[in-house]
């Protein structure tokens, strides 16, 4: 696709549910990030993916929460009983390049997803 | 643990005025990025500053990195009611993957 794109672009849940956020990078893009935007707030990192490798999860706040990009391309966080603290905009983003200690790269925004919990 | 403090936390002011909003660090940051979000959208890149010293022109947008690169402003000039939005300061925090961002300035340019 042209863009980055996540679903579903609003969801609801009720305090225990478990919710899974869909991303969907530009194709070809080795570099997959995920954030947390709370209301009024800048994006917090959870996650990092340089191809279907996990290599940074020192932002998920709790063991509920999950990542994971089997083939490299399509990605999913997961939240596990979920609570009302973890209501926000989760924001995917990617990158063509590798990431490495010393690049900062453009990164492209998907829209997020709102996730409210009840 | 590097942070981003973003000043001023909200701003609010006529088409036509200028503006400055800046982003302070203790932390030396090899490049700093700035980025714009419109409700209900991600960030979008800006620019992205490397250089000590540097100062980036985006047409009535003009950046700069500080000299000791831990701080950097954004100045718009003749500020027009497009120009509203949520302008984000960002960093590559040492050693690692992540990208950081500050808290942002919500900026509102009314007719």
């Known amino acids: 696709g042209a863009g980055v794109s996540q679903s579903p672009r609003y969801k609801v849940a009720k305090r225990g549910q478990d919710v899974a956020l869909r991303c969907d990078p530009i194709?070809?893009?080795?570099?997959l990030f995920w954030y947390q935007q709370a209301l009024g707030q800048g994006p917090e990192f959870l996650t990092y993916?340089?191809?279907?490798?996990?290599?940074?999860k020192s932002g998920l706040p709790s063991d509920r929460f999950f990542a994971e990009r089997p083939e490299g391309s399509v990605s999913t966080l997961k939240i596990q009983r979920t609570q009302q603290e973890d209501s926000a905009v989760y924001l995917c983003?990617?990158?063509?390049?590798?990431?490495?200690?010393?690049?900062?790269?453009?990164?492209?925004f998907g829209s997020g997803t709102q996730l409210s919990v009840l | 643990t590097q942070l981003l403090e973003q000043s001023p936390q909200f701003l609010s002011i006529q088409e036509g005025e200028n503006l400055t909003v800046y982003c302070n660090s203790s932390?030396?940051?090899?490049?700093l990025q700035w980025y714009r979000q419109e409700p209900g959208e991600g960030p979008v890149l800006l620019v992205t500053?490397?250089?000590?010293?540097e100062v980036k022109k985006l047409k009535r947008l003009t950046f700069q990195f500080g000299d000791a690169r831990k701080d950097s402003s954004l100045h718009i000039t003749a500020a027009q009611t497009g120009d509203t939005g949520l302008y984000l300061c960002?960093?590559?925090?040492?050693?690692?993957?992540?990208?950081?961002f500050g808290a942002g300035t919500r900026l509102f340019v009314k007719a």
């Open positions: 983003a990617s990158s063509p390049l590798w990431r490495t200690a010393s690049t900062n790269e453009k990164l492209f």
């Open positions: 194709s070809g893009h080795v570099s």
């Open positions: 993916f340089q191809n279907e490798a996990q290599l940074d």
């Open positions: 932390s030396v940051f090899s490049s």
């Open positions: 500053v490397v250089t000590g010293g």
């Open positions: 960002a960093g590559l925090n040492t050693g690692g993957f992540k990208t950081i």
